[in-house]
């Protein structure tokens, strides 16, 4: 049964295979006919599917030049905008997402989150430092608000010129006294002027940190005038030059700014007295003499004492302004016992042409300070800058030689209060121009004060 069932089965298969060959057969005479003769209607849809084709790429390659144009404009616009600081200088550049000729254009759905901090590197500092790249920001660098980048020095040579016309002023570390004779209805008056030019070197070191050091040179002329409304008026002239008080200072950031909190910079600056104090230069009585009095045959240059000041300084960045304020405290150590000689060009019988003058040790008082300002970045440049500064100086002490007891010198404490104006503008990448003026507030402030500075910026390492 099995077998005859198997038997139909192959039949079957057989009579199927052979019908279909035979329709194989049949049909390919129709088809080759077909092949044979072409529909005229058909050419034409090719030929105009191809002329469609031809225009679609032609137009594609009109877009893909707009594109490219488009992405390199958006280029420029993007280096700009990262040399203002208004976008990160560590976001993707869209230049980046091209292959080959062909740009990927990606759009998201919503904004893309901002990228997370960058860790520390192996010299400790982190992408949150802010940075001084760009040349707007020399004048936050010069007033201790922003850091170099690690591995940047930076020279800066700088000319001052600082004018004084009131009768006691604090200037530069160092004091100048007039007398005021009130019993003898008699009043000096002292015009002096400083002409500074210093070099300063900073240098931006890992975990944030920053060291400078200033070396000054000072070129100063005094005029005084003595016995105004009386009938004997003298006119002395005194002029000086020497290096001023060289500086060295200390700055960390410890913190960075995010959200409310300000970024902070803490800072230390050491004075040395290299200068030529008020104290160390030999005296004289002056030809023509009004009372007792003597004077510097020399303008001095510098204060005479060490000084330790410690400060802060606070940074709120909202683009295009950058709020800073900071307070400082300068601490004066007293100074030794100074013996200077005292010339007499008219000596009296029996008198020495040559005596001495003790005046013991000084303790200069120690000064509180504070700045606010604000500084305007106009471009990636240009920069104006807007401060007030405020000094308050505590009474001077004197001890006499064999004593040990400090007595105040009555009159000595002073307030120095000056509001400053501040440009710069970028030169060249690594070069900048700032220009800064000062105008004094009180009677112990400079009249005016006017500078300029060329800070020459150069990264040592790529960072």
Do not use: C
Not at 419 to 435: H, K, Q
């Amino acid at each position: 049964m099995n077998t005859k069932v198997a038997r139909i089965r192959r039949g079957t298969s057989v009579a199927f295979a052979t019908a279909l060959v035979f329709s194989a057969v049949l049909a390919a005479p129709s088809l080759a006919l077909a092949q044979a003769a072409p529909d005229p209607s058909t050419d034409d849809q090719i030929q105009s599917l191809r002329m469609e084709a031809r225009a679609a790429r032609a137009e594609l390659e009109d877009q893909r030049a707009e594109i490219a144009e488009l992405r390199q404009e958006m280029r420029s616009q993007m280096a700009i905008l990262r040399r203002a600081g208004l976008v990160d200088a560590a976001a993707p550049q869209n230049a980046q997402l091209a292959t080959g000729d062909r740009p990927i254009i990606r759009i998201a759905d919503q904004p893309a989150p901002p990228p997370p901090p960058a860790a520390a590197g192996a010299g400790g500092a982190s992408a949150a430092r802010p940075q001084s790249e760009r040349q707007a920001d020399q004048l936050l660098v010069d007033v201790g608000g922003v850091l170099l980048p690690r591995w940047t020095f930076q020279m800066e040579p700088s000319l001052t010129e600082t004018h004084v016309s009131n009768p006691r002023v604090n200037i530069f570390g160092y004091t100048v006294f007039n007398a005021i004779n009130i019993g003898t209805i008699r009043v000096d008056d002292i015009s002096q002027d400083v002409l500074e030019s210093a070099l300063s070197f900073r240098m931006g070191l890992p975990h944030r940190t920053q060291i400078d050091v200033r070396v000054p040179y000072s070129e100063v002329f005094v005029r005084q005038t003595k016995g105004i409304g009386t009938g004997n008026i003298d006119e002395l002239n005194t002029r000086g030059h020497h290096f001023g008080d060289v500086q060295a200072t200390f700055s960390w950031q410890p913190f960075t700014e995010k959200g409310w909190r300000p970024a902070v910079v803490l800072r230390t600056r050491v004075s040395f007295p290299t200068g030529e104090s008020v104290f160390e230069i030999p005296e004289t009585y002056p030809p023509v003499q009004n009372g007792a009095e003597t004077q510097l045959i020399r303008a001095p240059t510098g204060s005479g004492y060490y000084t330790v000041e410690p400060g802060f300084t606070l940074v709120w960045r909202s683009d295009p302004l950058v709020l800073f304020a900071g307070m400082a405290y300068a601490n004066t150590f007293a100074s030794k016992r100074y013996v200077v000689p005292l010339f007499n060009p008219n000596p009296g019988p029996n008198q020495p042409s040559v005596t001495s003058v003790d005046h013991g040790r000084i303790d200069t008082g120690n000064v509180y300070s504070f700045n606010v300002g604000l500084n305007f970045a106009v471009n990636e440049r240009a920069s104006l800058n807007f401060s007030y500064v405020d000094l308050f100086t505590k009474s001077s002490l004197v001890q006499a030689t064999g004593s040990t007891a400090w007595t105040r010198i009555k009159g000595t404490a002073t307030n120095d209060s000056r509001l400053g104006i501040g440009a710069s503008y970028g030169l060249t990448d690594n070069i900048a121009l700032v220009i800064n003026a000062g105008m004094g507030l009180t009677d112990q402030s400079p009249a005016y004060t006017f500078g300029i500075s060329l800070p020459i910026t150069l990264p040592l390492r790529r960072r």
